[in-house]
């Protein structure tokens, strides 16, 4: 409908990419301008010490296929209990300092994804969610500033 505009895809299943031949030709056949991974820790399908290989080896496809720019969609959040049957609270934010990390070297740009109510200001006039979302908020926003 909007042929002038910029299309992004933040596909899940990061965990299971093999960047080899057919991979990098699937690339070259997508026609998207961005491509968010979704780094899946929060779903707890990755765990964050595999994230930087996971980023530099899709690094190494997307520059082979010369054609979407990568990015990382960040997981800012865990489960209570068990995955997709308890609430969502915010990550530690050691946690997500080490998902940046590992994947600022390789990514063209960070997004963070995360759900309403898991990051509020204190002074917020329509506080939502979980009670540690203003301790999240406010050590994301340190570090963004750094």
Do not use: C
């Not at 050590?139 to 500033?145: A, L, V």
Request: aromatic share 12%; hydrophobic share 35%; charged share 30%.
């Amino acid at each position: 409908l909007t042929p002038e505009k910029k299309t992004l895809i933040a596909p899940y299943g990061t965990n299971l990419v093999r960047a080899n031949n057919k991979f990098i030709r699937q690339l070259t056949e997508l026609d998207v301008d961005f491509i968010a991974y979704q780094d899946e820790v929060g779903v707890r399908k990755t765990k964050v010490d595999k994230t930087k290989r996971l980023f530099e080896k899709l690094r190494v496809a997307h520059d082979k296929a010369g054609r979407s720019e990568l990015w990382a969609d960040i997981e800012l959040f865990d489960f209570e209990g068990m995955v997709y049957k308890s609430a969502l609270v915010p990550a530690p934010f050691e946690r997500i300092k080490k998902q940046i990390e590992n994947a600022a070297p390789y990514v063209d740009k960070i997004l963070s994804y995360q759900y309403p109510g898991l990051m509020n200001p204190a002074d917020s006039s329509a506080f939502a969610g979980h009670g540690k979302s203003v301790e999240l908020y406010e050590d994301y926003k340190k570090y963004i500033k750094k």
